[in-house]
Nanobody
Framework: QVQLVESGGGLVQAGGSLRLSCVAS????????MGWFRRAPGKEREFVAA????????FSAGSVKGRFTISRDNAKNAVYLQMNTLIPEDTAVYYC?????????????????WGQGTQVTVSS
């Protein structure tokens, strides 16, 4: 089992930045791909970004490309989401997720482990 804990959410003005962190504990000696997803009020959870186990491949949703950057530090069992130029539409609960093996990184239903989420609110 793997436990994921997100942090770094908060309230920020439009145009500002936040850095989310997700730290894994438990069975961390397995190579996991990691993803960030978000659920905005009244909407379905959606893909934001993902990164392969070694950081060699990253993927981002079109709505955040050029503004958000996903990275990881395997020595710290951590994955990060640097969010710049935030807009009110980025307001959501952000979740990190993980899974080992080969799968569609953008598909939330293929992830095995999930964090509890962290709230990001962007004011206009």
């Amino acid at each position: 089992q793997v436990q994921l804990v997100e942090s770094g959410g908060g309230l920020v003005q439009a145009g500002g930045s936040l850095r989310l962190s997700c730290v894994a504990s438990g069975r961390t000696n397995v190579a996991y791909a990691m993803g960030w997803f978000r659920r905005a009020p009244g909407k379905e959870r959606e893909f934001v970004a993902a990164i392969s186990w070694n950081g060699g491949n990253t993927f981002s949703a079109g709505s955040v490309k050029g503004r958000f950057t996903i990275s990881r530090d395997n020595a710290k069992n951590a994955v990060y989401l640097q969010m710049n130029t935030l807009i009110p539409e980025d307001t959501a609960v952000y979740y990190c997720a993980g899974r080992s093996g080969s799968f569609d990184y953008t598909n939330q239903f293929e992830y095995e482990y999930w964090g509890q989420g962290t709230q990001v609110t962007v004011s206009s």
